[in-house]
């Protein structure tokens, strides 16, 4: 098993240009996380689905948007890119039931 | 809505000594407190968690203890080593949800030989 996985690994974005990140798991989990992490911050949580075709805004949603077509994949998408949104993004997933939440390897994007 | 404070944001013990990180929490309804660990360019991951009907648990080298009544909870860990380098990260379930998590802003702890 893969676990989570997300692509692409670097990303450099000039100032209003768009992006998708996307989130990939194999372990059939219902639920799905996009947090981002800044320095002295920790993570916070920018959007989160509970099922496949549902999504809710976290903490931080602003100029992001988020899609879960398939219950294996989150994708978190910026339509505009701001140096603000410069950043480490994390996505991750946790079984129903579980309280265990598990991480894929990180997203550093890049806004200049 | 809930807000976690971890103290302190970086702290150095000797290889072999305790290592302790405090977090404090707002929301008295919140009831699972995780701690995760985060190695130099990877994801977090869950070393050891507990929940409020429970005051210690213990994995090995690390423990969890939780005051309810003063909304704290703290990560013992004894023995230090030096893979115990890292960025640890306590959380708390928001308010009654147990699948959102408030974060602490981490604590990087680091083993000195």
């Known amino acids: 098993n893969a676990g989570v996985t997300q692509t692409p690994k670097f990303r450099v974005l000039k100032t209003g240009q768009s992006m998708t990140l996307l989130c990939a798991q194999d372990m059939n989990h219902e639920y799905m996380y996009w947090y981002r992490q800044d320095p002295g911050m920790g993570l916070r949580l920018i959007h989160y689905s509970v099922g496949e075709g549902t999504t809710a805004k976290g903490e931080v949603p602003d100029g992001y948007n988020v899609s879960r077509l398939k219950k294996q994949n989150f994708l978190l998408g910026l339509e505009s890119a701001a140096p603000s949104q410069t950043s480490v993004y994390f996505c991750?997933?946790?079984?129903?039931?579980?309280?265990?939440?598990?991480f894929g390897p990180g997203t550093r994007l890049t806004v200049l | 809505g809930e807000n976690v404070e971890q103290h302190p944001s970086t702290l150095s013990v000797q290889e072999g000594d305790s290592a302790v990180i405090k977090c404090t929490y707002s929301?008295?309804?919140?009831?699972?407190f995780p701690w995760y660990k985060q190695e130099l360019g990877k994801g977090p991951q869950l070393i050891i968690d507990?929940?409020?009907n429970v005051g210690e648990k213990k994995d090995q080298r690390i423990a969890v203890t939780l005051n309810k009544t003063a909304k704290h909870f703290s990560l013992h860990i004894t023995e230090t080593q030096p893979e115990d380098s890292a960025v640890y990260f306590c959380a708390a379930s928001w308010g009654n949800s147990n699948y959102q998590l408030i974060w602490g802003a981490g604590t990087k702890l680091i083993i000195k030989p």
């Open positions: 991750a997933s946790k079984g129903q039931g579980y309280n265990e939440q598990f």
């Open positions: 929301d008295s309804a919140s009831n699972y």
């Open positions: 507990i929940r409020s």
